[in-house]
């Protein structure tokens, strides 16, 4: 079974509107990865996070990781009609095998 | 920029027929990953493989086999297509072995329907 919880499955927002993510793992995680996935396009690598407590922003993009790394999240301010897609987190496990979670489809009301 | 190529963006198939799908990248990346993906449970890792001639089974590699005979191609295999294979199916491929933090480059996907 999936190593990670995503949260919500789907979200709908009025653009302008901010938007978060989660991702929670029972277990201590050594990094964890965000993806985004256009509708009808194949996930991009956005981003990694490896300390406890990190946070990196990417223009209206905030990645957080908990301070026990065991959780994750990602919140985009004031959103866009072109933050639409599906965002996945991933996550380590067994060496180089990436797991991912159920990810969250964001919609965006223009 | 890295390229992972998928030979198919569409197949569809009989119930029973031994479908091939074919993945090449062009970084001489180490790594190389078959995933599907289904709605509402992600991305699940079918097979992968860190070598030629290599491969390793992931959540899900029941149905499937593999094959890495060069660094650049790996291939998926479905030896008896069933209607529960329908699926898009995403080929994935990373630098280096052994690291556990390498971004992941993925193929536009083949979206495969199982008749």
């Known amino acids: 079974g999936q190593q990670v919880m995503q949260i919500p499955q789907y979200q709908h927002v009025q653009e302008g509107e901010d938007f978060t993510t989660y991702c929670n793992s029972s277990?201590?995680?050594?990094?964890i990865q965000w993806y985004k996935q256009r509708p009808g396009g194949h996930p991009v690598f956005l981003i990694q996070?490896?300390?406890?407590?990190e946070v990196k922003k990417q223009k209206r993009l905030t990645f957080q990781f908990g301070e026990a790394k065991k959780n994750s999240s990602l919140h985009i301010t004031a959103t866009q009609t072109t933050d639409v897609g599906t965002y996945f987190c991933?996550?380590?496990?067994?060496?180089?095998?990436?797991?991912f979670g159920a990810g969250t489809i964001l919609r965006v009301k223009s | 920029d890295v390229k992972v190529t998928q030979s198919s963006r569409y197949l569809v198939k009989r119930t029973g027929e031994k479908v091939f799908l074919e993945c090449v990248q062009d970084?001489?990346?180490?790594?190389m990953f078959w995933y599907r993906q289904d709605p509402g449970l992600g991305l699940r890792l079918i097979y992968f493989?860190?070598?030629?001639?290599?491969?390793e089974k992931g959540d899900i590699p029941e149905g499937y086999s593999v094959s890495r005979e060069k660094k650049e191609r790996f291939s998926l295999i479905l030896e008896s297509a069933s209607t529960n294979q329908t699926s898009m199916y995403l080929c994935?491929?990373?630098?280096?072995?052994?690291?556990?933090?390498?971004?992941?480059?993925f193929g536009s996907g083949t979206q495969l329907s199982v008749l």
């Open positions: 994935a491929s990373s630098l280096s072995p052994g690291a556990t933090n390498e971004k992941l480059f």
């Open positions: 277990t201590t995680l050594s990094n």
């Open positions: 996070l490896v300390k406890s407590g």
């Open positions: 991933a996550v380590s496990r067994y060496g180089n095998k990436l797991v």
């Open positions: 970084m001489d990346h180490e790594n």
């Open positions: 493989s860190y070598d030629v001639k290599m491969k």
